[in-house]
């Protein structure tokens, strides 16, 4: 009895280990590598001082610490130093397909490929994750190949208002297979006090003076429940202290992908510009935060089809289209043309009497 007692805990010590190993597993297929501490100070007592290292060797200590680059640390990319460092000899560069090899696959295939490397839009000592970045960012890193001006006249030829919908769209929208969408909005603000003309992004600084010192977040969500409500939208876009913001709302991809190519299905205006969207009905308040990302705070679903103007400087013709209003132009239009119609049409068929009673007479 006592045999079999303890090949039974036996069995539940090595089913425990089994486990524990599996979670183990499970955390570095998400890419759970732990902090930061310790993994890159070797590298950064030089990289981070500007007296040491200049243009594209000096890294910002704040911004790469916040990539999970961090966590696993310079020598992981960087594992093979030549005795002549720094005089002379440059680290060895892993290849980004080493750890992304779903995306090296995804851009392998895309109309990018070989245009540039992974480099060329990312910065792996300051790349961020895609809920950390502004749909205007995602832009900007796209016009440091493709000319705004350019872009603006080649989409002209078939898009209208195509500065309107270049501005409104992270090129990303349109141009990879992603599958969802949500409407990312932006507090914004016009030059000189004005909210008509060119908007840019409000600043951090800018908006942390304008809550007084407290969370940017405040500015909206006044009963600070992390989650903003139609009211609070309301309450914001009426409040006279910020007459000279106001909010701008960019449909963004819910998972990016790196497929890039050009869709047909994306000239067909009905694929935003349709009445009761779904991708209406997802919608983000995207905060500035100190250190160069973004945070976003879900609001109130529907919010941007709001009619009462919960969102007024964004507006998405057809989305907030109503059946029944067409239903009854349509019979105002239909009401309209029965009469000349009819009147033509009994013209047409009476048409051989009155030319007989013509003659007779």
């Known amino acids: 009895m006592n045999r079999h007692t303890n090949q039974n805990w036996i069995a539940l010590f090595l089913m425990a280990l089994l486990f524990l190993a599996s979670a183990a597993i499970c955390r570095a297929e998400g890419f759970s590598f732990g902090g930061t501490e310790g993994k890159s100070g070797t590298c950064l007592s030089c990289h981070a001082d500007p007296a040491a290292v200049g243009g594209k060797m000096l890294i910002d200590p704040a911004r790469y610490t916040r990539t999970t680059h961090a966590k696993i640390g310079c020598p992981s990319c960087h594992d093979s130093m030549p005795a002549t ?51 205007q960012e995602i832009n900007t890193m796209c016009s440091n190949c493709h000319d705004v001006f350019k872009m603006t006249a080649t989409h002209g030829q078939w898009l209208p208002q195509a500065d309107l919908h270049i501005r409104m769209l992270p090129c990303i929208t349109c141009h990879t297979g992603a599958k969802s969408y949500y409407i990312s909005m932006y507090i914004v603000k016009g030059q000189n006090g004005s909210r008509f003309g060119k908007q840019e992004m409000a600043s951090y600084d800018e908006l942390k003076g304008l809550a007084g010192g407290a969370e940017i977040v405040t500015l909206v969500d006044k009963n600070h429940d992390n989650y903003i409500s139609i009211q609070e939208l309301r309450n914001f876009n009426n409040d006279p202290a910020h007459k000279n913001l106001h909010l701008q709302g960019m449909m963004t991809p819910e998972t990016v992908t790196h497929n890039f190519e050009i869709l047909d299905n994306r000239r067909n205006c009905s694929f935003c510009h349709t009445s009761g969207s779904t991708v209406m009905q997802t919608s983000y308040l995207t905060f500035p935060g100190r250190d160069g990302t973004y945070q976003r705070v879900a609001v109130e679903k529907g919010a941007i089809l709001d009619a009462l103007y919960g969102t007024p400087d964004f507006y998405l013709m057809g989305s907030t289209k109503n059946q029944n209003l067409n239903r009854i132009g349509l019979a105002i239009i239909c009401g309209g043309l029965i009469m000349p119609v009819g009147h033509g049409f009994l013209r047409f068929l009476t048409r051989k009497n009155r030319e007989r009673k013509e003659h007779e007479s």
Request: hydrophobic fraction near 20%; include cysteine.
């Open 85 to 135: 460092h720094p005089q002379g000899g440059v680290p060895a560069r892993a290849e980004c397909a080493e750890c992304h090899s779903e995306i090296a696959q995804q851009y392998g295939s895309s109309i990018h490929a070989g245009k540039t490397r992974c480099a060329g839009c990312h910065n792996p000592h300051k790349v961020k994750s895609p809920e950390e970045i502004s749909g």
